[in-house]
């Protein structure tokens, strides 16, 4: 691989890394209120709100049903609105963590509804409110399998920002395609893979690790 | 649970600074808030139906009951007869469908969220599964009532640490509840529950998940929170064994209904309904039918201590020795001895006009179990 290629390697990586992290901030900022909302709205929940919660929770799978590349020409007009842009890597950002945030959102949900509701039942009978409960013991009790729910996420977004080359925004995908492939340079495709599987192996590794971290407790 | 100090719990100036009804700085009133007035349940035609996908279930269907100050309540009943919907509606957890629930007589449902909040920290509540925080420390779970009652983060520690002095567990503060043993943790869900100060401790089945060793350190833990706190027990429990060792009173349900209620000695020495009979059979398995309705699960004078003593050996039961362990008179009331695989296995029901505990233990030495199941008058 000449020098160039390398330079232009090491810029798609960080350029991944860039849109991966900032849209799993934004799915994790959003995607955890949106999971409590979840849980603790449906009928028997601890703030139940049945109508409210059906609404959310066909929006969330309305998203989840749409394939990403898909959602990131759909959501073009979208996106130019809140970014000004359309090509690049925040146009990118904008569908990638449209699309993670559900999905993260139901992997949080299953763990948050794991919770023993004894747990709860225990907390409002100490004088717990509301908050406290979420804060105290929905999130703490849930987390390790919100951290593990969190790494598949980010698994599943760096295989979703190759796509990102589909707007301009580069990254390790778009390398693959418009060297490794459409220029058939098998060495560049390698790097690229060799690249993405280090990547998703360091992920899971360090989610499953803070997982057992915590479950030893 | 010997050398623990339960002054600083007593100490009439920290209940005066709690807000209750009626309290006042007065020094006239301190006295007798020390003294704990509070702690008083009324359920007045209390019912609860729940509806279910199977249609309505009738839980509670008008019970009225009175918990003075200081009582130990005992609830018992079949299973599904209703005790946990009824001791759930003390701390509104439940909400009853009609009638009316007081704690120092006040009405439970008229509360808003912050009266709520505030009756929730008179009331305390432990479990059959203890319900700890796997992601807290011992300290953090007794803490929590605190933390959320916004106490100043000096003040916490100072109780938190008081609270587990009082069940023994100071040197537990920074394990993890997954670390600890059953009964310690119920201590734990003993200390949170107290750590807020209550009137009132709700025990749902609490000693259910613990071995009969463990039950009763746990239970001798919650009489001396009771004496020397004062503190108002409701609890339920399936054990018979449970409600004689520590309650002063009980309650029997029965399909939603209390069917019969009055101090221990009463209910266990006559039991009237046909349920509490059979609740109660375990105990006096055996007893020939004369005989258990005089049994007492108190001594009076003159009364003779009733034991089950089992043997199990490749020979029968030894008398004579039996005789000279008792020390005195012996009387047989029941005995059946079976082989099984080349042991003479059985269990006997004796009476000793004066049975001391020394006597118990030189049975207890003959090999097999003893086990005291009351006492009977000669006659009524
Ligand atoms: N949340 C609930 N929804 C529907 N039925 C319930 C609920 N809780 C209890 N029940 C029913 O109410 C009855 C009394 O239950 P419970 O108070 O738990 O009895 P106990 O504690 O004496 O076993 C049972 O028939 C039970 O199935
Ligand atoms: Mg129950």
Request: proline share 6%.
């Amino acid at each position: 691989m000449s020098p160039q290629m390398i330079d232009r390697l090491g810029q798609a990586c960080l350029d991944t890394l860039f849109m991966v992290g900032v849209s799993a901030g934004i799915a994790v900022l959003a995607g955890i209120p949106l999971a409590l909302f979840l849980v603790t709205s449906e009928p028997g929940g601890i703030l139940p709100a049945p109508k409210a919660n059906r609404v959310v929770g066909t929006i969330v799978n309305g998203f989840r049903a749409v394939p990403f590349i898909v959602l990131l020409v759909a959501l073009i007009p979208f996106t130019r609105l809140v970014t000004g842009t359309t090509i690049g890597i925040w146009a990118a950002i904008v569908p990638l963590s449209v699309s993670a945030t559900p999905f993260f959102a139901r992997i949080a949900e299953v763990s948050l509804r794991e919770v023993d509701g004894g747990l709860i039942e225990a907390a409002q009978s100490i004088g717990c409110r509301r908050r406290h409960i979420l804060l105290h013991v929905l999130l703490p009790e849930a987390l390790p399998g919100i951290l593990g729910g969190f790494t598949i996420t980010l698994v599943a977004m760096i295989g979703a920002s190759a796509m990102a080359g589909a707007v301009g925004a580069g990254g390790l995908g778009d390398v693959a395609i418009r060297y490794g492939y459409q220029r058939f340079d098998t060495t560049v495709m390698a790097a690229v893979i060799a690249v993405l599987v280090a990547l998703v192996c360091l992920v899971q590794f360090a989610g499953d690790r803070a997982v057992r971290r915590l479950r030893a407790r | 649970m010997a050398g623990l100090t339960f002054d600083s719990l007593r100490d009439p100036a920290r209940w005066i600074a709690r807000d209750r009804p009626g309290a006042s700085a007065a020094p006239a009133l301190v006295s007798a808030i020390a003294t704990r007035a509070a702690g008083t349940v009324r359920f007045e035609a209390v019912s609860k139906t729940y509806l279910s996908a199977a249609g309505p279930v009738q839980a509670l269907d008008r019970v009225d009951l009175d918990v003075p100050a200081g009582a130990i309540l005992g609830i018992i009943g079949r299973s599904g007869a209703g005790k946990s919907s009824l001791l759930r509606t003390v701390n509104r957890l439940e909400a009853p469908t009609s009638g009316r629930v007081l704690v120092d007589g006040q009405p439970v449902a008229a509360l808003d969220t912050d009266g709520l909040v505030a009756l929730r920290r008179r009331v305390g509540m432990i479990f059959q599964h203890f319900n700890l925080l796997s992601a807290k420390t011992v300290h953090g779970n007794v803490a929590l009532p605190l933390k959320a009652a916004g106490l100043p983060k000096p003040e916490i520690a100072a109780r938190v640490q008081e609270a587990l002095r009082l069940v023994g567990l100071e040197g537990k503060a920074e394990t993890y509840p997954s670390r600890l043993s059953g009964g310690q943790k119920q201590r734990v869900g003993i200390a949170r529950a107290l750590v807020s100060r209550p009137d009132i401790l709700l025990c749902d089945e609490a000693t259910s998940a613990l071995d009969p060793e463990t039950t009763l350190t746990i239970l001798n833990l919650l009489r001396d929170i009771n004496r020397r706190l004062g503190i108002t027990i409701i609890l339920i429990t399936h054990e018979m064994s449970v409600i004689r060792e520590i309650c002063s009173d009980v309650v029997v349900l029965e399909k939603g209904r209390v069917v019969e209620t009055g101090p221990v000695w009463r209910v266990f020495g006559g039991p009237e309904h046909p349920t509490t009979r059979a609740l109660l059979e375990p105990l006096s398995r055996g007893l020939p039918a004369d005989l258990a309705p005089r049994l007492r699960p108190h001594f009076t004078p003159g009364a003779a201590t009733v034991l089950a003593v089992t043997c199990a050996g490749p020979a029968g039961p030894d008398l004579s020795a039996l005789v000279a362990a008792a020390g005195g008179p012996v009387r047989l009331l029941q005995a059946g001895i079976e082989r099984i695989q080349g042991h003479a296995v059985g269990r006997m029901l004796i009476a000793l006009d004066a049975a001391g505990p020394d006597a118990e233990d030189r049975l207890r030495a003959l090999g097999g179990t003893v086990e005291r199941i009351g006492y009977v008058t000669a006659d009524d």
